[in-house]
Every structure is written in structure tokens, then in C-alpha cells.
């Protein structure tokens, strides 16, 4: 991911803003909304490729692919930041992928999810992993599961694995910036 073009997009954020105080003067509603709906997307573009840099590098015997940043409109313009992992040696399977969603006024029913009984009416466990509150599903016979991990009431980190152990699916969760992703503006 190329973290230079951000000073690009701020000068973009910017000049879309102007524009759409230019169209707002000239009475041009519908062109200043189209403006400042477009920095609002740059703007979470750019709340995404920061989040990449919490997204940890691969553990010893993985490889990791690029990060991909998007944001989600039908989330409330939630930001999001994936990263997708894989075994090197493919002969003993392994995938896991991983995603840091922040930014949208939507957490609050997210966030519910974390109440113990709903987290146990659907088969998940509630665990500490640095500090965070997360659910964790497991299936030992599939060697498949998910963790997803609460951080700040502000981001819901998703960790799914296919083939992989329970203990490697706690470790890419207990391999994130957590302290770093709690002091994000």
C-alpha cells in the first residue's frame, strides 16, 4: 500500500470542498452534495490506509498480501482495512484473513454482539485479548474459526482462519497494535 499519495488526497479533500462552497454560493445544491460527498469518501480512503499500519506482518512461516482499504456506505461510511494470510508451505493449508473496520456510526449495534449472551447463543466465547474484549469461534474439526475483538467501542477487528489452529488463530489476534489503534484520532 502507498502511503504517499495521502498528502494528494488532502489536497483533493480540500479542493472538493472548496468546490462545494463554490457550487453552495451558486445556489448549485445538488453539485455541492456530489462534492462533499466525494471527500467524504476520500477522507475514509484515507482513514483506511492508516488503519493498514496496525495490521501486523506476517508470522514466521506466512506470507501476507497487500492491504485493501475501502470504505462501506451501507455501514453508515464506515473505514475498512483487510489483509489477507497464507501458509508458505500450502501443504499443511492455512488461510487467515483479517480486517479493522473503524469510523462508522453503526458500532453501536456491532457492539451489542459483545454482550455475553448473545455472544454465547451463537456459539462464541468470550476472551480478553490485550485488554479488548473479543468472541472467539472455534471448530477443531474443521480447523476453522473467527475472533472478532472490540477495540475502544471504536473499531471491531475480524479474524477468520481456514485451516489453521486455535492457538495460531489467538496469535494473529494477539499480534495487532492495540494501543496503537486506541490512540488513533
Known amino acids: 500500500?502507498?502511503?504517499?499519495?495521502?498528502?494528494?488526497i488532502a489536497d483533493e479533500i480540500l479542493e472538493s470542498l472548496k468546490e462545494a462552497e463554490d457550487a453552495y454560493n451558486d445556489k448549485a445544491y445538488s453539485e455541492?452534495?456530489?462534492?462533499?460527498?466525494?471527500?467524504?469518501?476520500?477522507?475514509?480512503?484515507?482513514?483506511?490506509?492508516?488503519?493498514?499500519?496496525?495490521?501486523?506482518e506476517p508470522p514466521d512461516g506466512w506470507q501476507a498480501g497487500e492491504a485493501v482499504s475501502q470504505s462501506m456506505g451501507m455501514l453508515g461510511g464506515a473505514s475498512t482495512i483487510e489483509r489477507v494470510y497464507t501458509r508458505a508451505d500450502q501443504s499443511n493449508g492455512g488461510r487467515v484473513s483479517m480486517s479493522i473496520m473503524g469510523e462508522s456510526p453503526m458500532f453501536m449495534g456491532l457492539i451489542n454482539m459483545f454482550n455475553p449472551a448473545i455472544a454465547g447463543a451463537d456459539g462464541g466465547k468470550l476472551k480478553k485479548i490485550k485488554r479488548n474484549k473479543s468472541i472467539v469461534k472455534y471448530n477443531a474439526q474443521n480447523r476453522s474459526g473467527e475472533i472478532m475483538v472490540n477495540v475502544a467501542k471504536k473499531f471491531i477487528i475480524t479474524i477468520d482462519g481456514n485451516g489453521i489452529d486455535e492457538e495460531e488463530l489467538l496469535g494473529f489476534a494477539e499480534s495487532i497494535d492495540y494501543a496503537g489503534l486506541k490512540a488513533m484520532q
Open 1 to 8: 500500500m502507498s502511503f504517499w499519495a495521502t498528502p494528494v
Open 32 to 56: 455541492a452534495l456530489e462534492a462533499i460527498d466525494y471527500a467524504k469518501q476520500l477522507i475514509l480512503q484515507m482513514s483506511s490506509e492508516n488503519m493498514a499500519t496496525f495490521l501486523p
